[in-house]
Structures are given as structure tokens and as C-alpha cells.
């Protein structure tokens, strides 16, 4: 199982990932972090986000989960220290009480509705700022990184 299980997510400043489940998402301007972030590990997706996807995540191992399949046989299944999760909004939720970071990306953007961050429920997560990496600064687009802080 990975050491570091990460969250990294575009969103909205209203919280939203996506106008729907099928949208390819044009918006993100992060796109050269993201590769960059995630080049050489496992990322993590639900089956709406590997179908929004224009092509294969090369370099990545990509692991497709679905609604039955359980967030800890998935995890136990990796052998690398450290993993992504990278989206939707369900498969965030389903994570959320295994993850160790978050890296989130606000932009510029109010949808008004969509797909939440996470589409479910989930537990209460303190955070500690890490740090932020300026992914866009004339237009105010900076990714923030924070470390899950355990009960």
C-alpha cells in the first residue's frame, strides 16, 4: 500500500470539478503540473473520468475503479510509495479516509452547479498547508498542497 496517497484536483473557486460527468474538461490550465506531478506513479480514476480522457496518461500506471470495488483491496494492490487519486467526484469521496495529501488547483471559474469536489460523503479532514506552486500567476492560478493531519 502507498505511503502518500494523493488528491489532485482542478476546481472551480465554487468547488466544482466538472459541469457534468461526461465533460472534457478544457478549462484546467494545470495540465503541465499535473503530468509533471503524476509522471511515474499509479493514478487512481473512476471509470466516468478514464472515459472523459483524450488519450492514455503515458508514463502512468492507470487504475480504473467502479463503484463496487473497495478503496483498500485498490490501494493494497499498489505496490509504489505513492499514488494519485485524480477524479471524479465519487471516486474523491470514496478515498477520502485513505488520503495523505491534497494538491488543489482553484481557477478563475464559477459554475454555479456541477460535480462537487466530493460527490458523497465524507469524513472531516484537518489539513496543514504545504505549499503552493504558481501554475498561472498574471491570472491568479496557483496549486496549493496540503498534508492530511490524522485524528
Known amino acids: 500500500m502507498p505511503n502518500e496517497v494523493i488528491l489532485i ?9 466538472a459541469r457534468h460527468s461526461r465533460e472534457v474538461t478544457t478549462w484546467s490550465k494545470d495540465l503541465h503540473l499535473f503530468k509533471e506531478q503524476t509522471l511515474g506513479h ?5 471509470s466516468n473520468t478514464y472515459d472523459t480522457l483524450a488519450a492514455e496518461l503515458e508514463g502512468r500506471k492507470m487504475i ?3 463503484r463496487n ?14 499514488c494519485f487519486i485524480i477524479g471524479g467526484g465519487k471516486t ?4 477520502t479516509s485513505h488520503l495523505t ?11 454555479g452547479r456541477g460535480i462537487p469536489l466530493f460527490d458523497g460523503e465524507v469524513p472531516e479532514l484537518n ?8 501554475v ?11 498534508k492530511v493531519l490524522k485524528f
Open 9 to 17: 484536483a482542478a476546481v472551480t473557486v465554487d468547488g466544482f470539478i
Open 42 to 46: 499509479p493514478v487512481v480514476m473512476g
Open 64 to 66: 480504473v475503479v467502479h
Open 69 to 82: 470495488d473497495n478503496p483498500i483491496s485498490i490501494l493494497e494492490s499498489i505496490k509504489e510509495d505513492k
Open 92 to 95: 474523491y469521496a470514496r478515498f
Open 101 to 111: 495529501h491534497l494538491f488543489i488547483t482553484p481557477h478563475p471559474l464559477v459554475m
Open 127 to 134: 489539513l496543514k498547508f504545504q505549499k503552493m506552486i504558481p
Open 136 to 146: 498561472d500567476e498574471k491570472n491568479g492560478i496557483f496549486q496549493y498542497q496540503y
